[in-house]
């Protein structure tokens, strides 16, 4: 824990009333006296964490100062969004402040002299029905409602959405109303007072729940201030100011029959203010403990009257830490900031202090998803969120909203009027039409012709049904393309499995008909190919051991078969010279096999071998008379390889020509040609003795032949970026324009250790990222950054199979084809609605699985640093997220694209992302959010934030 009193935050020594951290952490409000009247001041949040920034004379420390109070501001309370901060005074007025985009000149007065305003904060709405001074003011979960309290003894409900309608006056104390707290869904809002009462009323009619008095009966005397406060998971209900065998404390309240059975002990004087963490948390788990994971908790911090501050975890029975004459006046009020990690406290003396926490103190949060997921499952959907029927006649704030309010609903008629009979975008019709059929139907009657017959004992058998999956949605992946999804195999006859036969052990691995090569000695090997059982052998089939052995696994040689598909191969090439040449493509297929532990072992028990190392072997290309290859990437560009040129004095040569777009050139190298490869950038070869030469397309040579580590196998280029696999299985990715080196002999053991798997097919994508397509269907991308392989493609992937979303950007659909991911993926990237199953899922698995699957879309196509492809996936990730109502990952997702506003030297924000720039994504994804009444509040923040952003 770190403890922090930045001495620049103060109201000239006048009384600091209240303070609250902004919910994006980057500045705080404090309300309190001023000079002649109320003061309402938000202060920048970095010079207060980072030392840097506060020696840092550009960085400003004040943001906007607000003298509009007539007396004292005893409240300060940011909404939940953090678009408006609304304060409470002695004038009895409840102010509602709005940052203006108009930044114009204005100052204000301070101890300095004239300051002038970093941010223009300008008064929305003003408030007025307390007969007396406002001591606390409260936004509900959700924003959707303003609660005020006063000292003539009222709670007033506001309605947030429509300032200045008062939707309820709660009248039931009989003394001044000092605090309000909400619980966190919105089914209840608790006040205290000093009529020793602590009052609990329902947000459903805005009737009185229950009036708890027993623990405040000893109370004597009274506090400035009686801030209570709610626990996250809403189980818990602590007052301000209660007394227990005379002694002050802070009374725990359980919401499960209110009962009073617990309470904060401890402090010397009256408890003024209590504050509870906005995260709930869970104990830290040791790494690698396999301990069943605690229950959660939650983090209270509670202040007095005698200057000191203590903070509790519900877990404990002691307080986790407790500071003494922490000011030199009372506590007057606490803010948390969102991640939980930081508190701010302030004082009567005028100042304020800040402790910063770590996780390992106080735990690791949930997260506001888990959260969520408890409120639901505990206290049901929260009342806090307006219904359809409040949606439809909400009141829309900003323009830009309601016209693309006005274009969704435009586009659902049109929808409508084009596809009446089309399956409904809602998730709860799974059933759907196949052919006119519902599948319910095709159940029935498949049902109605199952065999039964009778067993001689009188039992009941039922031959079984073979039923396909029933499939509504697009799937390539489960259906093929030459059949209907409605099409139904019913096999006239099952037979029973035969018994267990020794003999197919090995050969239901493998081809069947064929025996299989991995598990077999090189004598069996022969005796095969003297049966003709094996036509040709090739060094990809075997595992060879390693160089320290005196006897190897003998490969292979070459039959006369393959001598005359050699023969044959020089005279097509020949031919291809006056006709097509071949194409290089992008994806080159190459197979390796790996070798089984228990293979092994066999085949060193039969040869008496001892257990060398081994080494995966991949195969290289054999030296070819001539050849002629295709660039892929520009079809107007052919690369003619000719060796074995007889020279002056009998020497050999390999003449290398390059033909583009009818300009040639060509050059000669010493050593034989084995592969070639080029891109619109380079033309590369390799040559025997494990030499790789590089040239530009004009046939300069760029850098001196490149030694590489053992033969080459497969080598391809993509724009200015060279691969080269070897045949040791290693890795190497060059950038031969600015000359580094983007992967270093990286081996494939990795991917492929402890498997049968092969390599077949292999991607060199525009940014110089290797990507490896396995036998298994799975792909991975080596990533530089990390020195990691990625998981980026899994053919067998449950969560695109469950995943259930809307298609969205039709008109980039070829750009998105033409992909790394898509080409991967083998697939198009917006495959549309792909769970309408025959059995559904629970809505909430399905939509976890959605945004799992979204989510690993996304970070696919960040790993492979395609621009066009993580710019669609987030805005249809952004698009689910709008749908469903994943208020706290859409808000994290803008915050990220929107970017700090003020600069801050420990700032890590980044403005661009995959050369794509944040803020222009961000606006991208206001029509998105725009579609969302519910998010109308997040819309017009962010417009405005980009507004000024525009304006500086």
């Avoid at 790789?692 to 724009?719: A, D, E, K, N, Y």
Wanted: net charge positive; charged share 20%; with cysteine.
């Amino acid at each position: 824990m770190k403890l922090l009193k930045p001495t620049w935050v103060n109201h000239n020594g006048k009384p600091i009333f209240s303070v609250d951290i902004h919910p994006d952490g980057t500045k705080f409000a404090t309300g309190g006296q001023g000079q002649d009247s109320g003061k309402v001041v938000i202060w920048n949040m970095s010079p207060v964490l980072q030392e840097d920034d506060e020696k840092d004379e550009n960085i400003p420390k004040m943001l906007c100062q607000m003298d509009n109070h007539l007396a004292c501001v005893n409240c300060v309370r940011w909404s939940n969004s953090g678009m408006y901060l609304a304060s409470g005074g002695d004038d009895k007025l409840i102010m509602v402040w709005k940052r203006a985009t108009y930044i114009g000149p204005s100052t204000v007065f301070g101890s300095s002299g004239k300051l002038a305003n970093v941010e223009q904060w300008r008064c929305v709405s003003i408030l007025r029905n307390h007969s007396g001074d406002v001591m606390d003011v409260a936004w509900s979960p959700h924003d959707a409602w303003l609660a005020s309290c006063s000292v003539d003894n009222t709670v007033v409900i506001w309605n947030a959405v429509k300032f200045p309608e008062i939707l309820a006056t709660l009248r039931g104390h009989s003394g001044l109303v000092k605090g309000l707290t909400w619980d966190p869904v919105g089914k209840y809002i608790a006040s205290q007072a000093d009529d020793r009462s602590l009052k609990v009323w329902r947000t459903l009619d805005w009737q009185l729940e229950t009036s708890i008095t027993k623990p405040f009966d000893e109370c004597g005397g009274t506090t400035h201030v009686l801030r209570l406060s709610w626990s996250p998971d809403g189980h818990y209900l602590v007052s301000a100011h209660a007394m227990n065998n005379s002694g002050p404390t802070a009374q725990i309240i359980e919401r499960e029959g209110w009962k009073t059975n617990m309470d904060f002990v401890g402090h010397r004087k009256a408890v003024t203010v209590v504050k509870f963490n906005p995260k709930i948390f869970k104990k830290k788990q040791k790494n690698g403990s396999s301990a069943k994971p605690s229950c959660p908790y939650c983090c209270c911090a509670v202040g007095s009257k005698d200057r000191s501050l203590s903070v509790w975890l519900t877990c404990l029975k002691r307080p986790l830490v407790v500071i003494h004459e922490l000011f030199d006046k009372s506590i007057m009020d606490i803010s948390w900031t969102l991640n939980g990690l930081g508190i701010l406290v302030c004082s009567m003396d005028g100042s304020v202090a800040f402790l910063d926490f770590s996780q390992d103190e106080l735990g690791d949060p949930l997260s506001e998803e888990e959260k969520s997921r408890i409120h639901q499952s505990t206290y049901g959907k929260s009342l806090a969120i307006m219904t359809e029927a409040q949606l439809s006649t909400a009141v829309i704030e900003n323009p830009e909203m309601l016209k693309y309010q006005r274009r969704q609903q435009q586009q659902q008629q049109l929808d409508q009027k084009s596809a009446p009979a089309r399956e409904p975008g809602s998730a709860a019709s799974v059933a759907g039409v196949v052919n006119g059929e519902s599948l319910e139907d095709i159940r029935k009657n498949l049902l109605k012709k199952q065999v039964e017959t009778r067993t001689a004992d009188g039992r009941r058998r039922i031959t079984p049904l073979c039923i396909a999956q029933l499939d509504t949605g697009v799937n390539a992946t489960s259906t093929p393309a030459s059949l209907s999804p409605s099409v139904l195999t019913t096999p006239s006859k099952i037979e029973p499995m035969k018994a267990f036969d020794s003999r197919f052990t090995e050969r239901s691995k493998a081809t069947p008909g064929a025996p299989t090569l991995t598990s077999m000695t090189p004598t069996a090997i022969e005796r095969l190919k003297e049966q003709n059982l094996v036509k040709e052998l090739r060094p990809r089939d075997l595992l060879e051991t390693s160089s320290d052995s005196d006897e190897k696994i003998p490969l292979a040689k070459p039959s006369s078969l393959s001598k005359r598909k050699l023969e044959l191969e020089v005279e097509t090439v020949e031919k291809k010279k006056k006709g097509r040449p071949r194409k290089d493509t992008r994806l080159m297929p190459v197979a390796l096999s790996v070798q089984s532990p228990a293979a092994l072992t066999a085949e060193k028990e039969a040869m008496c071998l001892s257990a060398p190392a081994l080494a995966l072997k991949l195969p290289v290309p054999g030296p070819q008379r001539a050849f002629t290859l295709q660039v892929s990437s520009d079809p107007s560009m052919y690369i003619e390889v000719e060796n074995e040129v007889t020279a002056v004095g009998g020497v050999k040569l390999s003449r290398l020509k390059c033909n583009r777009e009818g300009k040639e050139w060509e050059t000669v190298l010493t050593s034989r040609i084995l592969t070639a490869a080029g891109s619109c950038d380079v033309v590369c070869v390799a040559c025997e003795k494990r030499m790789l030469s590089v040239f530009s397309t004009c046939g300069r040579r760029l850098l001196p032949p490149i030694l590489l580590p053992s033969p080459i196998s497969t080598l391809h280029c993509t724009g200015s970026y060279v691969m080269a696999l070897t045949a040791a299985a290693t890795l190497s990715v060059w950038d031969v324009h600015r000359q580094v080196v983007v992967v270093k002999e990286e081996s494939l053991h990795s991917i492929l250790a402890g498997s049968d798997m092969t390599v077949s097919q292999i991607l060199l994508t525009q940014h110089g990222i290797p990507v490896m397509n396995l036998s298994d269907g799975k792909a991975y991308c080596f990533n530089p950054s990390l020195s990691t392989w990625n998981l980026v493609s899994d053919k067998q992937d449950s969560l695109a199979l469950c995943a259930d979303f809307r298609s969205s950007l039709p008109s980039q659909d070829a750009m998105l084809c033409s992909g790394p991911l898509a080409i991967i993926q083998g697939r198009t990237s917006n495959s549309g609605r792909q769970a309408a199953r025959l059995f559904s899922v629970p809505h909430m698995v399905q939509q976890e699985t959605t945004l799992a699957y979204l989510e690993n879309q996304v970070a696919a196509a960040l790993t492979l640093q395609s621009s066009h492809e993580y710019r669609h996936w987030l805005l249809l990730y952004a698009r689910y997220l709008v749908n469903e109502g994943f208020e706290y990952r859409l808000r994290e997702i803008c915050k990220d694209l929107l970017g700090p506003v003020h600069y801050s030297t420990g700032s890590q924000w980044e403005s661009t992302v995959v050369g794509l720039r944040k803020r222009e994504l961000l606006k991208e994804l206001l029509p998105v959010i725009g579609q969302n009444i519910r998010f109308q509040r997040l819309f017009t923040e962010c417009q405005e934030q980009l507004d000024i952003l525009r304006d500086k």
